[in-house]
């Protein structure tokens, strides 16, 4: 009756039964002895009874001093967590959950805000393009979703199929990664290079497309012309069926490569917007408004569920002062990582194959 190896569902829409390395070691920290298996209260073992009492005490003080009370969060998938988050947050009058991903694609979301008017992580369909260029983005390794996009690449490159599919795949990047190593076409640039290549490569769509050029004197292109042209050429080519996708954090760039998807009429065939991803929530500008309220000693209560702020964020020292300004800091971390550790309250988690959620991530 105990989990002891873990497989992806063959039934599963998005995994196709893979599962990746994390996946697959999730299950040692099930059995981790350094778990914590009590709640905490100024770093000493308590009963759930005693700090249930002292959490619901110090959470009346916030709320009648009308304080503010904050939620920091990895992405929720989960509807039913998102559903009882909101719940609790209404009981007070100023509360708002802050959301941030330790390997965040806050850039990707911001662009689409400012491209399509909504804050949202389209969902990539590798399985139905031809034409792939990738800027940046680790999608076989590490960006959003590895184990989704690997099974749709898979499908548009076997010519075991029936029919036979072969799409072409351009990587522009400047290291090594393991989505590079898999390219049919590898393009070095450095990245302060990425948005005038992709500049000369949408001048060159615009133009097929028939309309003016999207970036205005981009300069000299960073790569042979001859390669730029046959990018563009193939991107142009497939139309709908191409992809262009950028792991890169400058919304600039972003938007480009959404315009450059629009001209193409990627939206809607290879790009899902009205059925997106729910896999990357985290919002940067949020959670630089967080630290600013820190900042300022606003906030009253800070609940920290999912993430290690102290350890995942750059100025990790600094936001441990922060965290010392703050009334009362609970976190929900299963050890007694670099932020549980400054935490008042520590009440552990279950592990997720102990609590069995619900989730959409798509």
Not at 171 to 191: F, H, K, N
Request: contains cysteine; charged residues 20%; proline residues 6%.
């Amino acid at each position: 009756g105990r989990p002891i190896k873990l497989e992806g569902n063959l039934d599963h829409p998005i995994s196709r039964g893979g599962l990746c390395a994390v996946g697959q070691a999730s299950i040692l920290g099930l059995y981790d002895s350094h778990r914590l298996d009590a709640p905490m209260q100024q770093g000493q073992r308590t009963s759930w009874a005693e700090v249930d009492r002292a959490i619901v005490a110090a959470l009346a003080v916030a709320r009648n001093d009308r304080r503010a009370v904050r939620l920091l969060t990895g992405t929720i998938t989960s509807p039913t967590t998102r559903a009882a988050i909101d719940q609790f947050l209404a009981s007070f009058p100023d509360a708002r959950q802050v959301t941030y991903d330790g390997l965040s694609v806050s850039a990707v979301l911001d662009a689409h805000e400012r491209t399509h008017g909504a804050r949202v992580l389209p969902r990539y369909r590798f399985d139905r393009a031809d034409v792939i260029v990738s800027l940046d983005a680790d999608f076989l390794g590490t960006w959003i979703s590895p184990v989704e996009y690997t099974a749709g690449y898979s499908v548009g490159r076997t010519l075991a199929g029936s029919p036979a599919r072969l799409s072409f795949h351009a990587q522009i990047e400047s290291r090594m990664s393991l989505t590079g190593a898999r390219a049919d076409l590898r393009v070095v640039v450095a990245p302060g290079d990425y948005y005038r290549l992709m500049a000369h490569v949408g001048n060159r769509v615009a133009r097929l497309a028939g309309v003016t050029p999207l970036v205005e004197s981009p300069g000299d292109p960073p790569a042979p012309a001859a390669v730029v042209d046959d990018i563009a050429e193939r991107l142009w080519h497939a139309r709908e069926r191409g992809l262009v996708v950028c792991g890169s954090h400058d919304v600039a760039l972003q938007v480009l490569g959404n315009t450059i998807n629009h001209l193409l009429g990627a939206y809607g065939s290879t790009i899902d917007v009205e059925r997106p991803s729910f896999q990357r929530q985290g919002n940067d500008r949020e959670l630089e408004r967080l630290l600013a309220e820190l900042s300022g000693g606003s906030v009253g209560a800070l609940l920290i569920a999912g993430v290690n702020p102290v350890f995942e964020l750059p100025g990790g020292a600094a936001m441990a002062e922060l965290l010392k300004r703050v009334p009362l800091v609970i976190s929900f971390a299963g050890h007694l990582d670099e932020t549980a550790s400054l935490a008042r309250f520590v009440c552990p988690d279950r592990h997720p194959l102990e609590s069995w959620a619900d989730a959409e991530p798509v």
